[in-house]
């Protein structure tokens, strides 16, 4: 399969910082004060998501184009399921480590709920993806979407591209109002156990759909030649990063009054219900596609521009993409994803049996879950580097063709 290298540093960069978040010590700690997220409201959940339906796009079109409908579908759902079997996976390698290590399921009970293999009720609740443990919740989510994939890159093969955004859209604004629990509610009320838990899920479906199927569309177009991305994002047009650097700016100050606890009360009440993570609210699209379009622009346009300072900024950001360590995990981030469930479930056992650590013992663990996220990534690239052969991945691709971020 042919690889974007930079964009494979960006999935690697997301899922380094997703590691660092889902660390949790008692008491906290000061890595988790160092990313992008305490400055505007886009996170590396968004990114991830956004970045998966931009490969899909970008790879499955040339399988549909060329093989059919049938073909591009077939791959995709053998994708699709292959990605099940892991999530199911990471969930009873859990549920069988909290058999066996005293104090587990005290531990983890925030995470896990009432969740046994006595339980067959909540089994059947997690293998339909209605009960998601803690950090389980974007591989199932990105399944879902996929199910939907193929019959969405057909519309845009069909040029209908249109159409599909306007649907998302829609969708989009039904989740904003909460119409999914017409349908979810009698779910919810089915699966409910005596940990008064039934539905338990991160991310409303409708709302973050948007991320992942913009993605998509304009994965699928880069590569049916049917957006010229050099033109658009050019050294010479600066209207578009100079507005997406001012709705930027704009967003700063509210998320470090948010991330503080500084908002003034008589604005958290509007703003909150605007601010809503879980739906993807109207601040968390608008800061997004802000940052996303400002980000694609320094990358593509930023090294060629006339001014020194734009120069080095565009090329500190291409380097932190280019490193081969980032590149490593993103080449391979669904199954590092799912190793990094497993880590950090660990993690906070380990911290769940011993007395409050140290500063330093928990940024020292941390590094060393950072350098673990490779491990699943070195066990699939292992011909190349027990034989140095080639893993069948394409050389560096010029940046005007990596896709819109």
């Known amino acids: 399969m042919k690889r974007y290298d930079l964009i494979d540093g960006m999935r690697g960069y997301f899922l380094v910082f997703m590691l660092i978040n889902h660390l949790i010590f008692a008491g906290g700690y000061w890595l988790v004060q160092v990313n992008h997220n305490q400055l505007a409201f886009v996170e590396d959940a968004q990114g991830f998501v956004f970045l998966s339906g931009l490969l899909i796009g970008m790879v499955y079109v ?5 093989g059919g409908y049938e073909a591009g579908r077939n791959a995709i759902y053998s994708r699709a399921f292959e990605l099940y079997r892991y999530a199911i996976g990471i ?3 859990v549920l069988a480590a909290q058999m066996v290590l005293p104090g587990a399921y005290y531990i983890w009970y925030n995470w896990l709920g009432y969740t046994t293999f006595d339980d067959p009720l909540r089994l059947a609740a997690i293998a339909s993806f209605v009960f998601q443990p803690t950090f389980m919740d974007i591989l199932p989510q990105y399944i879902i979407y996929m199910l939907f ?3 969405l890159v057909k519309l845009v093969i069909d040029g209908k591209w249109a159409h599909v955004m306007a649907g998302s859209l829609i969708l989009w ?3 904003q109002l909460g119409l999914q629990k017409l349908v979810t509610e009698p779910i919810n009320q089915f699966f409910m156990r005596p940990d008064d838990q039934g539905i338990r899920v991160s991310f409303n479906l409708l709302g973050w759909q948007i991320v992942f199927y913009s993605g998509l569309v304009l994965g699928a177009m880069t590569s049916l030649n049917r957006i010229e991305w050099g033109r658009i994002f ?3 047009n600066t209207f578009i990063p100079t507005i997406s650097a001012l709705i930027c700016a704009f967003f700063l100050p509210l998320r470090i009054l948010t991330a ?6 008589e604005l958290i009440g509007k703003f909150a219900t605007m601010e809503i993570r879980a739906d993807f609210g109207p601040v968390y699209l608008i800061n997004f596609v802000a940052a996303a379009t400002l980000l694609t622009w320094m990358i593509i346009a930023g090294p060629k521009h006339k001014a020194l300072w734009v120069r080095r900024i565009a090329n500190a950001i291409i380097w932190v993409l280019s490193l081969k360590f980032l590149q490593l995990l993103g080449r391979h981030s669904l199954y590092v994803y799912v190793w990094h469930v497993g ?3 660990a993690v906070y056992y380990l911290d769940g049996r011993t007395p409050e650590l140290s500063e330093v013992a928990k ?4 590094v060393s879950c950072i350098a673990l996220l490779a491990l699943p990534a070195l066990w699939r690239e292992r011909d190349k580097w027990l034989t140095g052969g080639s893993t069948g991945t394409a050389t560096p691709v010029k940046v005007a063709a990596s896709g819109k971020r």
């Open 62 to 66: 040339r399988k549909m184009a060329k």
């Open 260 to 265: 503080h606890g500084l908002m003034p009360a």
């Open 234 to 236: 050019s050294p010479q």
């Open 363 to 366: 940024t020292a663990i941390a």
């Open 91 to 93: 969930v009873l390698c």
């Open 343 to 345: 880590i950090v479930y």
């Open 149 to 151: 994939a193929p019959m």
């Open 173 to 175: 604004m039904a989740g």
